[in-house]
């Protein structure tokens, strides 16, 4: 089944600074790459996602890209503001069930 | 429009006892997904249902634990005999449909809503 990688495990950036959550997938079928985000105790929420016909996908301050061929892709967000801390998690899928990578702290230090 | 309901959002049982967790997709979704979160850890698929079918229940423990979705009503997982380890937050996300494979890849027919998940507690 497909595997997904995600690093780091916790990420600290001041205010301002940019923060960069990669992954990398295992099963070459896979075709959708969404990113959620969670608060404590809340439910994660989709930010932005790709799929694997594009390989790169903005959104004000949040961006995704996409390598097919080496199997992995990445979060970037700019301009971080503390609003933006919480537990960072990739996913892939082939259509049906997501598979989830372990998550990532982002805590961004006003 | 409202969004993925789940009840209860917090269950407390003790070891033995039967725990039933309740997901209602939102209006027009007809695929549902059971995820599991341990704490400081990320989701694990459980299983996937459409109306009164099981389409994949791969990442479901073979003991205790089942899942439904019937024709009318929300989709219930339920768990037999809990344990402590059963202790967890349970997910449910709802989609409109399922992209398999040959999709074109367009729309968002893949995306995910989740709801906002039962934290089951097993004394």
């Known amino acids: 089944g497909e595997n997904v990688e995600q690093h780091p495990s916790t990420l600290s950036v001041q205010e301002g600074d940019s923060a960069v959550i990669k992954c990398t997938y295992s099963d070459s079928a896979s075709n959708y790459f969404p990113w959620y985000k969670q608060e404590l105790g809340k439910r994660p929420q989709l930010i932005i996602d790709?799929?694997?016909?594009?390989g790169e996908k903005k959104d004000q301050r949040i961006a995704v890209t996409l390598n097919k061929t080496a199997k992995h892709f990445s979060l970037h967000i700019t301009e971080t503001q503390p609003e933006d801390s919480a537990v960072y998690f990739c996913a892939a899928s082939r259509g049906r069930a997501l598979t989830f990578g372990s998550g990532t702290r982002l805590q961004v230090q006003p | 429009n409202a969004g993925v309901m789940q009840n209860p959002r917090h269950l407390v049982r003790r070891r033995g006892q039967e725990a039933r967790l309740r997901c209602s997709p939102m209006?027009?979704?007809?695929?549902v997904y059971w995820y599991r979160q341990l704490p400081e850890e990320g989701l694990k698929f459980m299983v996937y249902l459409q109306k009164e079918n099981i389409i994949d229940e791969s990442g479901m423990p073979k003991e205790r634990f089942s899942a439904e979705f019937p024709k009318e009503g929300p989709s219930i997982l339920r768990i037999q005999q809990v344990v402590r380890g059963d202790s967890a937050a349970y997910f449910c996300a709802s989609s409109p449909q399922s992209g398999g494979p040959g999709t074109s890849g367009t729309g968002s027919y893949n995306e995910q809503f989740f709801g906002p998940g039962t934290r089951l507690t097993v004394l």
């Open positions: 790709i799929r694997s016909n594009v």
């Open positions: 209006k027009g979704h007809s695929h």
